[in-house]
Each structure stands twice: as structure tokens, then as C-alpha cells.
Nanobody
Framework: QVQLVESGGGLVQAGGSLRLSCAAS????????MNWFRQAPGKQREWVAS???????SYADAVKGRFTISRDNAKNTVDLQMNTLKPEDTAVYYC?????????WGQGTQVTVSS
């Protein structure tokens, strides 16, 4: 059983920054990759960023150059640094990973960007 808990969401003005954190139960070294997704009101959940156990990162085009994903194996956390936020970044942000073909999700954290 894997538990993922997100934190760090909030309300920010356009152009501002937020840092989200995902805390995992147990070592994150078990996971080949950890990911961030987001879901805006009325829209499907979409992939935002990923980081592998080898620290390779990838980003959706919409956030490339503005968001940075990182991991801290000692703390068992994966963070998402979000800069130059836009109103269209408003969504619930979810942490995600997979272990032994089982997909795990956190409960999500709300990010609201005002114009």
C-alpha cells in the first residue's frame, strides 16, 4: 500500500509562484517514476510532469520552462516548483505513481491563479 499526500496549494496572482510537495509513505526509490497531474474544472485530468528514479525529467508543453519537478529521496518527497503562474494553471494538482502495476493517487491540492 502506497499513500501519497500533496501539500502547498493555494491562491496566487498571475505571475507568482507556488511550490507543491508530495510526501510518499515509504521509500520513493521503489518507484520507477513519480508524476504530477492536474485537473481543471470541467476538463479531463492531464499530465504535467514526471521524474524517474534516475532523475530524468519531462514536462507537458504547457508548463515547460515554468515548472520544475524534483525529488528528495531522503525525505521521500517529490516537489513541483511552479513559476510565472497563469490563470490557466488553475486546477487541482495530483501526485501519482505506480508500483507493481497498481496506480496510486494522492487526494490533490487546489491551485488557484487569479488574473
Amino acid at each position: 500500500q502506497v499513500q501519497l499526500v500533496e501539500s502547498g496549494g493555494g491562491l496566487v496572482q498571475a505571475g507568482g509562484s507556488l511550490r507543491l510537495s508530495c510526501a510518499a509513505s515509504g521509500s520513493i526509490d521503489r518507484f520507477n517514476a513519480m508524476n504530477w497531474f492536474r485537473q481543471a474544472p470541467g476538463k479531463q485530468r492531464e499530465w504535467v510532469a514526471s521524474i524517474t528514479s534516475g532523475d530524468s525529467t519531462s514536462y507537458a508543453d504547457a508548463v515547460k520552462g515554468r515548472f520544475t519537478i524534483s525529488r528528495d529521496n531522503a525525505k521521500n518527497t517529490v516537489d513541483l516548483q511552479m513559476n510565472t503562474l497563469k490563470p490557466e494553471d488553475t486546477a487541482v494538482y495530483y501526485c501519482n505513481t505506480r508500483l507493481f502495476h497498481i496506480v496510486y493517487w494522492g487526494q490533490g491540492t487546489q491551485v488557484t491563479v487569479s488574473s
